[in-house]
């Protein structure tokens, strides 16, 4: 019987250290870019999730679009920018910032979660559905959409998962601001501007606009304000304190087809979120991060 618990006792110690010497290996070469799923080698996904998950056990279908991408493309809102994607569709009035519908590999807009920096956007209201159309591209650095079945591990994203990474605050100047401005057709009209900089241990980036458009259709037209602002402390020996705060407001009518017997749907929907991170390392490859986030979404629909 002593035998019989020795040979036990040292088949499991064999099987801890193999698992352990696993780990080992999968922690050391835990690139996304060494499996050759993402479209762009160079850039790295920086996809949070509640769960471990090393690149190298998971086959991510990756997708990654820089603010430079976003700027080639003269894009007004994030889903001007996923529609370049392989796999999304989108169903859009022809008027740009008008409500948009995506499909993403045949599921729907409420089974793909989208995150900014991280914190589900699918919550802020009770259809779990995140209007990517009010989203305006002058905040984002970096975009990261993963399709296929391994968006299950963010939880219910059946269809898939967008990452919106926004603007950090620039550590080189105390000041910084770019300002734009467009003009189209239907009396379209887009005006950002933002400024960023850092002041000892303090960082700020604000940036704020608004986008209007009379429709390229008729009965159509679109109004969206927006803000967004980012306020950053290092600390002392080592670690961050970022918080942040984001509002989004939209106006819309959209339709009024007398011909097939629509009418107009006049909408309005306004988010509002503000978010407290702190992020401490431990060791070199390994990161304590906590956060909390609170927000709402209020929406009406009428019809004329």
Sequence with gaps: MLRRLLSINLLLVLLMSLITSITTVYAEDDSIEALGFTEKQKEKSSFNSLLPHPASLIAENITIITSDDI??????TLDEVLQTVSGIQLFQVRTPGSTALLTLSGSLSNNITLLIDGVPQNLLGTSF???AGMIQVQRIERVEVIKGAASVTWGSALGGVINVITKDTNPEKKYSGTAST????GTTSNLAGGISGKVSRFGY????????????????????NH????????????????FSADFREGDRAEGDDKAK??????SASRYESTNLRF???????LNLELFTSIGQ?????SSK
């Design 261 to 266: 017997g629509i009418s107009a749907i006049n």
């Design 71 to 76: 700027s080639r493309l003269n894009a007004h």
């Design 279 to 285: 992020e401490y390392p431990l060791q070199q490859q």
């Design 297 to 301: 979404k209020n929406a009406w629909q």
């Design 129 to 131: 559905f995140a209007e």
């Design 227 to 242: 803000f967004f602002g980012k306020l950053t402390y290092d600390l002392p020996v080592k670690g961050r304190l970022t």
């Design 182 to 185: 467009s003009i189209g057709e």
């Design 205 to 224: 980036y604000l940036d704020g606009g608004g986008f209007h458009s009379n429709g390229l259709l008729p009965d159509n037209h679109v109004t969206l």
